[in-house]
């Protein structure tokens, strides 16, 4: 059977002497992984649209247990990214929340779009890169089915906005009344919880020149990766660790 499909590369790795194995957000069949025949010699043709990063259109053949990349042809290869270590840094960590989400077969229309325009934005020179690397955190979150809850307390309901805790394990904010329903819940302000409902609520490309000031980014940043590692599987954050360091 062969499909159609535009996809993003995920991963590429060495598969056999010559051939590489790739791991394809596709937008027709979810993540994939496919052979590329040849994939490692220099004059293949299908070398352009097989690294990571690239948007490529592919047709793929399914085969019992993977698919074989029969044609691909690249339509955006992210050149800026791969050239600067902060973006690439970036890049790898999108493409790394993304493959922890997505199993294979399972496609999401809306990932698949976000996840493309946030590649689009990192490769801009003018753009604010913690804005839409939180803001992708944030729409990733929902798209992946766990929606901090953000305008009410989780426990009670009241929309009072005053000394607020952040509960990782409910997936929302707690009042004061409510914080002894769980006592690792993470302090956080008012203000923060604001620019997180506004980055829920913006499209990505609306937020790329927001400027957000380093203390509300630390804490929100904070929040958010303890959220990722409680409810999504992933315990390693090498390529932000990178970036923190640069
Ligand atoms: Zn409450």
Redesign the pocket.
Same mark, same amino acid.
């Given at each position: 059977m062969l499909i159609k499909t535009e996809g993003i590369v995920l991963k590429n790795r060495k598969y056999g002497e010559n051939d590489s194995l790739l791991t394809i957000f596709t937008r027709k069949a979810g993540k994939v992984n496919a052979i590329a025949k040849g994939g490692r010699k220099p004059k293949s043709n299908l070398l352009a649209g097989i690294q990571p990063f690239c948007y490529s259109d592919f047709v793929l053949y399914k085969g019992k247990s993977l698919y074989t990349i029969s044609q691909c042809e690249s339509k955006e290869i992210f050149y800026s990214i791969r050239e600067d270590l902060t973006r690439l840094s970036y890049g790898a960590y999108l493409l790394q929340l993304v493959e922890a989400v997505i199993n294979e077969g399972q496609t999401n229309h809306r990932l698949f779009s976000l996840l493309g325009k946030a590649l689009f934005l990192l490769k801009k020179e003018d753009i604010e890169i913690q804005s839409i690397i939180r803001s992708f955190e944030l729409n990733y979150l929902v798209y992946a089915g766990y929606k901090p809850h953000l305008t009410s $307390?989780? =426990? $009670? =309901?009241?929309t009072e906005m005053k000394d607020l805790r952040f509960s990782i394990q409910e997936g929302g904010i707690? $009042?004061?009344? $409510?914080h002894h329903t769980d006592p690792f819940a993470l302090r956080v302000s008012e203000t923060t919880i604001k620019l997180a409902y506004y980055l829920l609520n913006k499209d990505i490309v609306e937020i790329q020149k927001l400027k957000i000031h380093p203390l509300l980014n630390e804490q929100l940043k904070k929040i958010i990766k303890k959220y990722i590692v409680a409810h999504i599987n992933i315990y390693e954050f090498k390529s932000l660790d990178l970036v923190d360091k640069l």
């Open positions: $307390c989780i =426990n $009670c =309901n009241t707690l $009042c004061p009344k $409510c």
